[in-house]
């Protein structure tokens, strides 16, 4: 009995320290891509070279989501306020619900899924292939020629794919709502106008877009970077990626939304 006791507080011991380990290293590259992102100011090609291949990367499906998205919205608001008599606020709520929570959570979960993914193992490939050894052989720092580049362009490109999923949301909730319900089309743009703060709406998703850019973007690179050298640890890479991701992202909507909205 008291050697089963002593096991799982080894076991126990030793899970603690791994994770506390991992934090530390996660950290300390984290820190690293700062110090050395200064370089890029001089040779922006890089990161604009990744933002178009993220953004495109990911346009589709964001667009596509978002529309649907918007039509679901307009549903099931529509069906919600009119048991109030409040049809005519259709509007407000789809551009609430996609501006504030919607837009960043949902585009954040899709970027990672679609391009988060594909940096894991496009860097993890890279490391398999020993290219990542190969520039430190030339004296090229693999951290600020491949890594820095990618990681600004994840945070760049999530803000224009959340605007583009929350602006194509509220037309998918326009054409439901105006066209196929009957909603006054004045009413249903009037009552967003009016509604809508940019600052504390729209300004505090832009927000909640940028942070979860860095989380899910680091994550990215650095289950790449740190993957195993092998097929079976690029793909165990991309899967902690997406799970990872998708938990950093509730998580920090959480305390986001806890903070931005409290008052």
Known sequence: MINMMTQRISRLGKFVITNLVGIGH?????????RRSTGLLKRF??????????????????????????????????????????????????????TRELGPVVTALLFAGRAGT??????????????????????VDPIARVIAPRFWAGVIAMPILAAIFSAVGIIGGYMVG????????????????????VLNDVGNGVVKSIV???????????????????????????????????????????????VMFST
């Open 178 to 197: 105006v066209p196929l319900i009957g909603i006054d089309s004045g009413a249903f743009w009037s009552q967003m106008q009016g509604g809508v703060d």
């Open 26 to 34: 996660a950290t300390r590259m984290f820190g690293s891509i700062i």
């Open 118 to 139: 594909s940096l894991t193992a496009e860097i993890g490939l890279m490391k398999a292939g020993e290219q990542l050894s190969a520039m430190e052989m030339m004296a």
């Open 45 to 98: 090609r890089l990161v604009s070279d990744q933002v178009f291949f993220l953004g495109n990367y990911s346009f589709v499906i964001i667009a596509v989501s978002g529309l649907f998205v918007g039509f679901v919205l307009g549903l099931q608001g529509y069906y919600t306020l009119n048991r109030y008599g409040s049809e005519q606020a259709l509007g407000l709520l789809v551009a609430l619900s996609l």
């Open 212 to 258: 979860f850019g860095i989380a899910v973007t680091f994550i990215a690179v650095y289950q790449g970077y740190e993957s195993k050298a092998t097929p079976e640890g690029v793909s165990l890479a991309t899967t902690r990626t997406v799970v990872i991701s998708s938990l950093a992202v509730l998580a920090l909507d959480f305390l986001l939304t806890a």
